[in-house]
């Protein structure tokens, strides 16, 4: 009796401890600008440390303050997608990361839905969930601000 074994190929599932994700240069906070000054405030400590910030309207948001109403709109290619936004529009969030072929994604607190988490993970999406306020730390210009 012999046994066939078939070998199936799945996506490269990770959780990132944070810090990979912290040194990369392009990034897109997804939230609601205009309401959230969580929001702001991790725009501005991302840009205190020299990234390249996009702000973007959660789904179904319109401008102002935010600069795109979807990731697709950001000039050049997103390092990572900041999620700050509840678990209903970080669906759509980590369906458009996906179509668009961004591959980290990092979720702030309350918007680490395990569902959305897993979701992003199982399509080969590098996750990190984590606050941007607690694991980069501030800047002294920042925090005469």
């Known amino acids: 009796m012999s046994l066939a074994v078939r070998a199936v190929r799945v996506p490269r599932v990770t959780m990132s401890s944070g810090s ?47 600069e795109f109403n979807f990731l697709g709109e950001c000039p050049g290619p997103i390092d990572v997608v900041d999620v700050v936004c509840n678990p209903a529009m970080g669906m759509k969030v980590v369906d458009e990361a996906l179509s668009l072929g961004i591959n980290a994604m990092w979720f702030q607190p309350g918007a680490d839905d395990p569902e959305v ?22 800047k002294k210009q920042e925090a005469n601000l």
């Open 20 to 66: 990979g994700m912290l040194a990369k240069q392009r990034w897109a906070v997804v939230g609601n600008h205009a309401k959230n000054p969580v929001v702001q405030r991790i725009t501005d400590r991302l840009r205190a440390h020299g990234k390249e910030v996009h702000r973007v309207n959660s789904p179904g948001k319109s401008l102002p303050p935010a």
């Open 117 to 138: 988490v897993a979701k992003a993970r199982d399509a080969g999406i590098e996750t990190h969930c984590g606050c941007v306020l607690i694991d980069l730390p501030e």
